[in-house]
């Protein structure tokens, strides 16, 4: 049996909209593993077939 699909259609009014907080809370309401699998297939989108991230600007912080 399959699922069925609801267009859903919300009108907002684009000069008292912010964006931004509705973007990030958007995102606070997913769980970290959404948001983390969000980012990977972000970055997937822009690799090439076995291509890795490129992590030479990332460093790691030693703790003291």
Do not use: C, H
Request: aromatic share 10%; net charge positive; glycine share 2%.
């Amino acid at each position: 049996m399959g699922r069925e699909m609801a267009m859903v259609r919300s009108q907002t009014d684009l000069k008292s909209s912010n964006q931004a907080t509705d973007d990030f809370d958007y995102w606070m309401n997913k769980t970290a593993i959404e948001r983390l699998s969000a980012v990977t297939y972000l970055v997937n989108q822009n690799l090439k077939p076995f291509q890795r991230m490129d992590k030479s600007l990332v460093f790691k912080k030693t703790m003291k």
